[in-house]
């Protein structure tokens, strides 16, 4: 791997490279930088490089970095599974959160938004990978949940989002985001138009702006491997 700076050009060709590949163009493409087991002078280098916008899936680690950084006009994204205990650092820290996936922890991040700061930016999170994985609604069951969302004035839905199970497969990678493209498309039917498509990764990103992502959320490929 090379500088974070380096690494945030070879992102960024590959989207354009991917973007292009299907009459897209890369620059509607959001790109979540997952700063994830990164100390928060990774975050700045990225920052420096013109990065402003990241992910982050554990609240204490984000928390302490997102204070740390105050001072830098950064958009925080929270990615990771949410305990119901965890919602009010959540809400009062992140401007996104893209990993709704029950009513109850909506229902409490619209509680513990604090007044005067807009309303939170929120995706549902699908599971398009059927039994290999746990984490998401199932397929059909968005519809409740965008109902939920939609009553709840201190929280805007705005999309979906899914971590499909990997696989090195590219037709398959692309059928598991195109399920989620046609969810959304099939929630616009039903009057809730939604603007963001939150898929795509370090190893599956190709695949995913081909079916339509609006926002990519990459680790590896902007800081180097994580230590587990
Ligand atoms: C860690 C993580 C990513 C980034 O994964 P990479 O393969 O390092 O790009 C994206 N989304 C979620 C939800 C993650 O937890």
Redesign the pocket.
């Known amino acids: 791997m090379g500088t974070i700076a380096a690494n945030l050009q070879g992102l960024r060709s590959r989207m354009a490279l991917a973007a292009r590949a299907c009459g897209r163009s890369s620059e509607e493409i959001v790109v979540?930088a997952?700063s994830?087991t990164f100390a928060a002078e990774r975050v700045a280098e990225a920052h420096a490089a013109g990065q402003s916008t990241f992910?982050e899936?554990r609240v204490q680690e984000a928390v302490t970095k997102i204070t740390e950084l105050s001072d830098l006009a950064l958009e925080w994204h929270f990615?990771?599974p949410i305990q119901a205990n965890k919602t009010r650092p959540i809400a009062e820290h992140f401007q996104w959160v893209?990993?709704i996936e029950r009513e109850k922890i909506a229902v409490r991040l619209n509680e513990a938004r604090p007044e005067g700061s807009p309303p939170l930016e929120v995706c549902i999170q699908v599971n398009v990978s059927g039994e290999a994985s746990k984490s998401g609604v199932a397929p059909g069951e968005e519809i409740a949940l965008a109902q939920a969302i939609s009553r709840l004035p201190r929280l805007r839905l705005r999309g979906l989002?899914a971590?499909p199970e990997p696989t090195p497969d590219p037709a398959l990678q692309r059928r598991r985001f195109a399920l989620l493209r046609k969810i959304k498309d099939r929630l616009a039917a039903q009057g809730y138009p939604l603007d963001t498509l939150s898929m795509g990764?370090?190893?599956d990103?190709e695949a995913a702006i081909a079916e339509g992502a609006t926002m990519v959320?990459?680790?590896?490929?902007?800081?180097g491997p994580?230590n587990r």
Do not use: E, Q, Y
Request: proline share 0%.
């Open positions: 979540v997952v994830k992910g899936n990615i990771g893209h990993t989002m971590i990764m370090s190893d990103l959320r990459v680790g590896t490929a902007i800081f994580r």
